[in-house]
């Protein structure tokens, strides 16, 4: 089974609207950590946003938000007010404390191609 | 401030040869991972390494090789290359892994087996 899902390939959203990529993921363990991760067309993998599984709060940096729900074991990642520049794609991970030599693994999804239009 | 160096950034291979991918990183962290990224299948991990001396399989292990040299260096090594090995190669790294830790990624290696 899939540890992280993210269900949309594809996004589309107007310059400085908001928009909500799905994210949702798979584990028994307590203790868990939740990011999010950008992609420009250049490749390089930037580290956008984090969030414990122990956090009541959902995380916020800046533009972005994860709105975590625990029970249902999402956490979607919101931008607000849309940028051009936010086109990219963006990748949910999940790393649990894990056992031994799965210590610290981190799981990836398939990633949700975001295309921003003017 | 290095971070991640990921080497070679582009390589072509021909089937059957071999070579190695280097990864080193100074930010003094435990655990380093090897992924491999293909078209709509985000990225999946090859092999893991939760500190030097240990080693762990992945996702996708099956034609690849690791050794962690040391803290700093963890490299891939493909000992007959394959066109399904064709594919962006990233390495990253992250301090002892908690939760909590985000990892660091290298720019990334662009291989190509013809």
């Known amino acids: 089974a899939q540890k992280i899902t993210q269900t949309q390939p594809g996004m589309f959203v107007q310059e400085k609207e908001a928009v909500t990529l799905d994210c949702t993921y798979d584990?028994?363990?307590?203790?868990?950590?939740l990011f999010w991760y950008k992609q420009p067309s250049s490749g390089e993998m930037i580290f956008l946003i984090y969030?414990?599984?122990?956090?009541?709060q959902n995380a916020t940096e800046g533009r972005y938000s994860l709105n975590f729900q625990k029970a249902r074991k999402s956490a979607n990642l919101v931008i607000s007010a849309s940028q051009l520049g936010d086109s990219a794609m963006y990748f949910c991970?999940?790393?649990?404390?894990?056992?031994?030599?799965?210590?610290?693994?981190?799981?990836f999804g398939r990633g949700t191609q975001l295309t921003v239009w003017p | 401030n290095a971070g991640v160096t990921q080497t070679p950034k582009f390589q072509v291979l021909k089937t059957g040869q071999s070579m190695t991918l280097q990864c080193a990183q100074d930010?003094?962290?435990?655990?380093m991972y090897w992924y491999r990224q293909d078209p709509g299948m985000g990225l999946r991990l090859i092999y893991y390494?939760?500190?030097?001396?240990?080693?762990d399989k992945g996702e996708v292990p099956n034609g690849y090789n690791v050794s962690r040299l040391n803290k700093r260096e963890f490299s891939l090594r493909l000992e007959s290359a394959a066109p399904s090995q064709t594919s962006v190669y990233f390495c990253?790294?992250?301090?002892?892994?908690?939760?909590?830790?985000?990892?660091?990624f290298g720019q990334g290696t662009r291989l190509t087996v013809v």
């Open positions: 990253a790294s992250s301090a002892q892994g908690q939760p909590n830790t985000e990892a660091f």
């Open positions: 584990t028994s363990d307590q203790s868990y950590g």
């Open positions: 969030q414990g599984s122990y956090d009541e």
């Open positions: 991970a999940m790393r649990e404390l894990g056992r031994g030599s799965t210590l610290g693994r981190l799981y």
């Open positions: 930010m003094n962290h435990n655990s």
């Open positions: 390494s939760a500190s030097e001396g240990t080693t």
